[in-house]
């Protein structure tokens, strides 16, 4: 059997993770596809980084995701408007999606996690077009 020519670097492989991350946030209809990718990077990245790392990286990537979104509401939000009440509970649903990404960091590294969380309100991100569902593994 032939070798392969071209195999992606870690940094090719983390790109990918992200740009699939954020495809099964925004495009549901296909969201099982992009988690089964996302499931085959994080494993190579594990081979390559060790085990854990993977899941690390996209606990790092759905983080910052979620604080920029957080950020883009809170500008919203102080420059007033009608929809201020809705960008607070969506931006309350998001910093839920946060404290779990820190909390699953938390874990891959052996630190504390913040144990009161409030539950990622789901149905509001999803009214907002962000779907994280499935993206915690062990939910």
Known sequence: M????????TSQLIDRLSIVTLKSIKIPEYK???EKEADLIMADLDLI??????????GIQINSIS???IWINESKARAGGNEQDKMLKFT????????????MIS???????????DC?????????DY???GIFRGE
């Open 92 to 103: 309350h649903a998001i910093n839920g999606v946060r404290n779990a990404a820190m909390n």
């Open 32 to 34: 099982e596809e992009y």
């Open 2 to 9: 032939a070798e392969r020519n071209y195999v992606p670097t």
């Open 107 to 117: 874990k891959i590294l052996g630190e504390r996690k913040d144990l009161k969380v």
């Open 67 to 69: 604080n920029l979104l």
């Open 120 to 128: 990622i309100a789901s149905e509001t991100c999803k009214q907002n």
């Open 131 to 133: 779907d994280f569902t």
């Open 49 to 58: 980084l060790g085990e854990n790392q993977g899941e690390l990286i996209r």
